[in-house]
């Protein structure tokens, strides 16, 4: 959803998007049910928009360890300046005083896009480390088979330590 500043009143105008369509093709994440986000604009002068509002989502991740797929719930709130200025005033804009603690973001035209807000805040959430659990076994080294499951019936796993990786490489020579 594609909100021109034009629309946007000084005193907030709310926007609440339930099961909001967000394509995926080519993200690091797949969306598991629905994307829920709330938030109010103000307009706090022709060319400066505040967003305040929060968003719901559970992903579908990759382990980084057994490289299954498994839900990531995110529950975050959103604060951000948009700000639009034309491109001769630029320059005049990096003295401008920081905003505080608000994500500040520069826009090429004066409409928010929700839907590219709510992608931006999904990436910010992302773990730096995907792991299913804190208890993940990974893969075996020899079969490539998940440990989770107990399916792999490898003799002598002793553990997927990264030395048991280069044993399994040095046997295959
Ligand atoms: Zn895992
Ligand atoms: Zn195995």
Redesign the pocket.
Known sequence: MRVPFSNISSTGSKYTLSNMPLPTEGEEFELQGPLEMACVLYKKSENRIVLQGSLQATLLLC??????A?PFRVQADIQLIFEFQAREHWHLKELDVPAGDLDLVDLAEPVVDLEEVARQQLYMALPFKK???QQ???ICPECGE?L?DGSCTCKGQEKASPFAVLAALKKKE
Do not use: A, H, V
């Open positions: 382990c980084d360890r057994c490289l299954s498994y792991t299913c659990s993940c076994k990974g998940s989770n």
